[in-house]
């Protein structure tokens, strides 16, 4: 969704905007736009499409700049402050009039904006009335005016004024031509980080955007805002108050957020998972007593006897996310034997769920920032719920506002389509369900110890189903315009047929579903035909024959058939066209290890289809409006 990145400092500032802007391009986006304060007053650069298109627009206007009266080019666009903004379109179409920075009346003041000003109608129609005339279709033009209309010489007074009238959600940078040292920021339910530089400081709707010039960043919390001038910045509470704030390090360097080699993030991120396993279950684990048997440790995270006292678990989320959800529930289930639900955050939200104090309330979300989930996250606080957030940002709103946080250690994850956040998800709800088991007293030590060592071959097996990507590679060249594609499984292997089903339509643009096996014949087997493939997930070891016959039933009305099953297993080695292998773990366990090839799959589907596997059409990494 939307990127912003601001800087004041003594560089010149559009090429550390475009660099910035680059850096948030995994968002997802449709048109960009700059604003720099220099000698030539407060410039506006703005295209739709591409972000190299805005670059190219930049350097036309720098090129062909007309010469001073001192016989030296005008340098457009030189200054040492501005912001810069990727827009992903919600109010009017993608195009250049409606892309950010958007100015107001005088062309002095200029604002980025990303998230939602719902009563924007309302505050047009005032403004109107006071004869401001608007150019854009967007609800950000608004914010321009406004903050003119209150303005005074005072641009942070202004600011402040306007944000009473404001509402919705917001992040915001703001410029005005007549103050040169100041960059204003503010955030309500929308992302941003201020980045602490040396006589220099930014914005950014993210930290890949600022990791180029600082890794000491400032989150800020809703309402509040930040004034950044070149050696400092300064916080204020909506009430105008001042206010400290503590300064984070970020532990990311930069090469991190690169694709180090690798054609595209999602490649290169698939191939991460290993470490970002490891790196997630490695300090949860300790060994005690005489036998010196395993046990997880949650008491870095505060998680203790407390909450395994819970009468229900509910875990929200969306997505990918809620995928992770899925397995959560019946992990807990099946470790714990409490009641679980896995619930869409977006449903939950809007419903009048039943909930009890006695509730814990698992949120999940690698961005920590996706509106709907923090939404979930809110009334499951109102309702008296205690939340455990599992997150991969450090600092996002999630991690913030959780009583409790267990961090994904997968790295920043830039490619739109999840993959080792999903693991890495997977890894630590496991890891609660099995200590939550373990305190109920539903597993004794042997049995945890056995299934944490389970768990620590998980890395390994993870890097055996990669160095089989080739047969992948293959079989999607084969296969990747196919029409339909179904992931089919039972219990675990259903939650991993939806993450897969997911990722194929989401980066290849196949139409693909997951169903649960046994309601094929309730409906979806209408549709199998010769342009199918169904692929079975098939880890389910007491449900191998029930398996075996979906799939000769699709394979009788003609649709192509492959297996994901045990590297020892030859049950569907007659029925299924295609068998993939992945190693021995508990049935539990599979969905962290057989998505891996479905993951490729979708990948090499994308590539093959020509499309761009990290930037998939119509997508944006964090959802931060609804
Ligand atoms: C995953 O491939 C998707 N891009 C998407 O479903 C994602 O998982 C969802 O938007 C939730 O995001 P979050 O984990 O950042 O909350």
Not at 147 to 171: P, T
Request: glycine fraction near 8%.
């Amino acid at each position: 969704m939307c990127g912003i990145v601001g800087y004041i400092g003594v560089k010149e500032a559009t090429p550390v905007l475009l660099k910035g802007l680059k850096k948030l391009e995994y968002r997802g986006y449709d048109s960009a736009g700059i604003a720099v304060l220099g000698g030539g007053g407060l410039e506006v650069c703005k295209a739709k499409g591409a972000l190299k298109n805005l670059e190219e627009k930049v350097s036309a206007l720098t090129s062909g700049a007309p010469a001073s009266q001192a016989g030296f080019p005008e340098a457009q666009f030189s200054g040492t402050m501005g912001i810069g903004h990727t827009r992903w379109a919600t109010h009017g179409e993608p195009s250049d009039i409606n892309s950010h920075p958007h100015t107001d009346v005088s062309g002095k003041i200029a604002v980025v904006h990303n998230g939602i000003i719902e009563n924007h109608g309302k505050i047009k129609e005032w403004l109107s009335g006071r004869g401001v005339s608007f150019r854009s279709e967007t609800d950000t033009e608004v914010i321009a005016h406004l903050i003119n209309y209150y303005y005074s010489g005072d641009i942070l007074a202004a600011v402040q004024e306007a944000l009473k009238r404001l509402e919705g959600s917001y992040a915001l940078g703001i410029i005005c031509e007549n103050d040169r040292d100041h960059i204003i920021a503010v955030r309500k339910e929308s992302p941003l980080v201020i980045g602490r530089g040396r006589g220099e400081n930014l914005i950014a709707s993210d930290v890949p955007a600022l990791l180029a010039y600082t890794r000491d960043v400032y989150y800020l919390d809703d309402r509040e805002i930040a004034v950044l001038s070149r050696d400092d910045v300064a916080f204020y509470n909506e009430d105008g108050e001042r206010i400290r704030k503590t300064l984070s390090h970020v532990d990311w360097d930069a090469a991190a957020a690169e694709k180090g080699g690798y054609e595209h993030f999602m490649l290169k991120e698939i191939n991460e998972q290993p470490k970002a396993l490891t790196d997630t279950l490695r300090p949860r684990i300790i060994r005690d007593g005489q036998l010196s048997l395993r046990s997880v440790n949650l008491t870095e995270i505060g998680f203790d006897a407390s909450w395994a006292e819970a009468k229900r678990v509910v875990i929200c989320a969306c997505g990918t996310a809620w995928h992770a959800a899925m397995v959560g529930k019946y992990a807990f289930e099946h470790f714990a034997r409490i009641p679980s639900d896995a619930e869409i955050a977006s449903e939950y939200r809007y419903r009048n769920p039943i909930s009890s104090p006695r509730d814990i309330c698992i949120i999940i979300s690698q961005s920590g920032e996706t509106a709907d989930t923090l939404a979930a996250l809110r009334l499951a606080k109102k309702n008296g719920g205690r939340i455990i957030a599992i997150t991969n940002v450090v600092g996002s709103t999630l991690a913030r506002e959780a009583d409790l946080v267990m961090y994904t250690w997968a790295g920043p994850e830039i490619a739109v389509a999840s993959t080792k956040a999903f693991t890495t998800q997977l890894m630590c709800v496991y890891l609660i369900a099995l200590q939550t088991g373990f305190l109920r007293g539903h597993l004794d030590q042997e049995e945890l110890d056995r299934h944490i060592a389970a768990l620590e071959q998980i890395p390994a097996q993870a890097e055996t189903v990669l160095a089989g990507k080739e047969a992948i590679q293959r079989f999607a060249s084969l296969c990747f315009n196919k029409s339909k594609v179904f992931f089919i499984g039972r219990l675990f292997d259903y939650a991993a047929s939806l993450e897969s089903a997911l990722k194929l339509k989401e980066i290849s643009y196949t139409h693909s579903e997951a169903f649960a096996a046994g309601e094929l014949k309730h409906g979806p087997i209408a549709l199998a035909d010769e342009s199918t493939l169904v692929t079975a997930l098939c880890t389910q070891e007491a449900l191998f024959e029930k398996m075996d016959s979906n799939i000769k039933e699709v394979k009788a009305r003609k649709a192509s058939t492959s297996v994901i099953t045990y590297d020892d297993v030859h049950h569907f080695d007659r029925s299924a066209d295609t068998v993939f292998r992945i190693p021995r773990t508990p049935d539990c366990f599979t969905p962290m290890l057989s998505v891996i090839p479905c993951q490729l799959y979708a990948y090499y589907c994308s590539v093959l289809r020509g499309n761009d596997p990290d930037k998939p059409r119509n997508l944006a990494k964090s959802v931060t409006v609804e």
